[in-house]
């Protein structure tokens, strides 16, 4: 009995010089992890601190890009409330009569259904000038039924005014403007728009209008990245959304 009662206490003894080890290489661990965290904690402000650098350079190309290159503004019209001239013209006219004109004037009919839309008549957007601008509710109409006209039409085109150019043009400018935005802002874009989609030939309705779809998908694509308020996207206001997103306001540009 006494000798195993030293066997069992030489064993307990090497198990405590076992766990003293233990012990110490556990410290090391602790502290090795300690001076990891540390590390970590720092290279992840270096990161951040960078991420917000490169946000702003990138918030920087873009206002210039947007200021000298592309930009991006409201034209107001001069069109008259159809409500208004009616009562001017008859001062008998019940108040019904004329809020029924004004909700007629915020209708339009687009792509076989109504829609309504509060800026219809008052607004359009231009882009790289005044002279290039897009109805504001999206009704492109006049593009495809400029070329189903061109079509049963003989003779040269010498419309110069001819709204189908200028939206053909402002699509044009846009899709190239959503392609380098992509670039600076290092987002892949939902669907692929080469920029001379809507130049050169005439496109049919079906191929206008999809490619219309495309553009309009990567602009809202943008704003998602860029966290655009919600509350002010139309998913048919192309150029309207992309003011939206390259405005100085949108806090989170270049993100």
């Not at 939206?167 to 846009?174: D, N």
Request: glycine residues 4%.
């Amino acid at each position: 009995d006494t000798e195993g009662l030293l066997r069992i206490k030489e064993e307990i003894q090497k198990h405590n010089r076992r766990a003293q080890r233990h012990q110490e290489k556990k410290e090391k661990m602790q502290r090795h992890n300690r001076k990891l965290g540390d590390l970590v904690e720092k290279k992840t402000f270096d990161l951040k601190t960078q991420y917000e650098h490169l946000a702003q350079l990138r918030r920087t190309h873009i206002l210039e890009l947007t200021s000298v290159i592309f930009p991006i503004e409201e034209v107001k019209t001069s069109m008259r409330d159809p409500a208004d001239v009616s009562s001017e013209s008859d001062n008998a006219m019940t108040s019904s009569t004329v809020s029924k004109l004004a909700e007629a004037r915020r209708t339009t009919y687009l792509s076989g259904r109504w829609v309504c839309d509060d800026h219809n008549g008052d607004t359009s957007i231009s882009i790289t000038g005044p002279w290039i601008t897009l109805p504001n509710n999206g009704d492109y109409s006049a593009y495809y039924s400029w070329v189903e006209e061109k079509k049963t039409t003989q003779g040269p085109d010498m419309e110069h005014n001819n709204p189908a150019h200028t939206i053909s043009a402002a699509l044009c400018y846009a899709t190239q403007l959503v392609n380098t935005l992509s670039l600076i802002l290092d987002v892949n874009l939902p669907k692929k728009l080469c920029n001379r989609q809507f130049c050169g030939e005439n496109l049919s309705r079906h191929r206008f209008t999809r490619a219309v779809k495309k553009l309009n998908a990567n602009i809202l694509h943008l704003c998602f990245s860029q966290h655009v308020n919600l509350d002010l996207l139309h998913p048919l206001h192309t150029l309207r959304n992309l003011m939206y997103l390259v405005s100085p306001d949108t806090e989170n540009l270049g993100r």
